[in-house]
């Protein structure tokens, strides 16, 4: 059986100091003041916000997406000559050049290198780790973070499907039920809804290290998003944020939540029409399928950068009904220690 950790106040311990004592060891981990990651968006989670985070006193992680060796090298530097605090990067376990950018993270010197997208190859684990890397992976249910642990990860994120973009089936709330109690060896980071420093000191008591937030800093003053996306996020609520309908179980349909738009609306009447096509036989399966997943190719850019808010993909989690203004991402992070302390302090108020 697992040893319980205590994670109870001590008596006459301000609520700053016992906040700081929860996320100590995410903290140390990650070399930060806060043990609050930045969620990787592609196109948001670039230089201008990774930094702001990490000078702030988080942990900002750049979006490495498709970038290319070369791309990626370009925004490392970028980001390191705006903060000199740690910050990670997010590479996509299905690129096709992913040992090439583990090579590149490691030859920039950076401390940590967090896995996404699924299950990470043995080697890149490796050289990542005999590069002098930390390594964060995503574990979406127990047996999984369990093989993780075992594989080489020195931290993982559990994410719930109320976060935004590619999600996984079950919620954070059930998740860290599932995982919390039993991965003690390595810091554990919850995701996926968090909104406010109150959900923040729940996990943490559970058991978490840290959190990672990513739709709570579309709106930062320094994230480079079109005007258009951020008021979308402004004025969404966390009704507004659905996640992709699959109309035919024979043509899968990879979950991804963001908020409804025409492009949403129209990405049914596409699914409808592929699938009549199929049935008449004017499409093969394979291209079929191949239709299907290419209706939202470039989506995304074209609603961060182009502010098409439209026909782009508003991919957002279902915290973005606690996103109601643009604000410095230091405010924002000082916003959601101030109602975890306070969330302390009530607590020993009522005691």
């Known amino acids: 059986m697992d040893a319980p950790v205590d994670l109870t106040m001590p008596p006459g311990l301000d609520p700053a100091a016992a906040l700081d004592a929860l ?27 990774v930094a702001a985070l990490s000078n702030a006193g988080a942990f900002g992680v750049i979006a490495c997406g498709a970038m290319m060796p070369e791309r990626l090298a370009e925004e490392i530097a970028a980001t390191q000559a705006l903060t000199q605090k740690p910050f990670g990067v997010n ?5 096709p050049r992913l040992m090439e950018l583990v ?18 190859p043995g080697p890149a684990i490796k050289a990542a780790k005999e590069g ?23 931290a993982l994120v559990i994410e719930g499907s109320e976060a935004g973009g590619h999600i996984g089936p079950v919620s954070l709330t059930v998740l860290a039920q599932e995982i919390l109690p039993h991965i003690r060896d390595v810091p554990v980071f919850v995701a996926g809804g968090i909104g ?12 978490a290290a840290g959190v990672q937030l990513g739709t709570r800093f579309v709106c930062a003053t320094e994230c480079v998003a079109h005007p258009n996306f951020k008021r979308a996020f402004i004025r969404g609520a966390a009704r507004d944020a659905l996640p992709t309908v699959q109309l035919d179980e024979n043509f899968p349909v990879i ?12 990405f049914l009447e596409h699914q409808a029409e592929i699938i009549r096509r199929f049935k008449s036989g004017e499409l093969a399966k ?24 439209e026909q782009g993909s508003l ?11 643009e604000q410095p991402a230091a405010e924002i992070i000082a916003e959601l220690l101030d109602q975890a302390r306070a969330a302390l302090l009530a607590r020993r108020a009522g005691a």
């Open 23 to 49: 996320m100590a060891r995410g903290a140390a981990f990650l070399g930060t003041r806060h043990a609050i990651l930045g969620g990787a968006m592609s196109w948001v989670s670039e230089r201008n916000l």
């Open 91 to 95: 590479l996509i376990t299905m690129h």
């Open 103 to 120: 090579q590149v993270c490691l030859e920039a010197k950076v401390g940590h290198i967090v896995f996404a997208g699924g299950i990470p």
């Open 132 to 154: 002098g890397a930390k390594v964060i992976c995503f574990a979406p249910a127990l047996a999984l973070a369990k093989k993780l642990v075992r594989s080489g990860a020195d």
């Open 196 to 207: 406010r420093g109150e959900a923040i000191l729940s996990y943490l008591e559970m058991g």
């Open 255 to 266: 979950p991804v939540r963001a908020l409804q738009n025409e492009g949403t609306r129209r």
């Open 286 to 309: 394979d291209a079929a399928q191949l239709e299907i997943e290419h209706f939202w190719a470039g989506a995304l850019r074209r609603a961060v950068v182009d502010g098409d808010v």
């Open 315 to 325: 991919m957002a989690g279902q915290s973005v009904g606690m996103v109601t203004k």
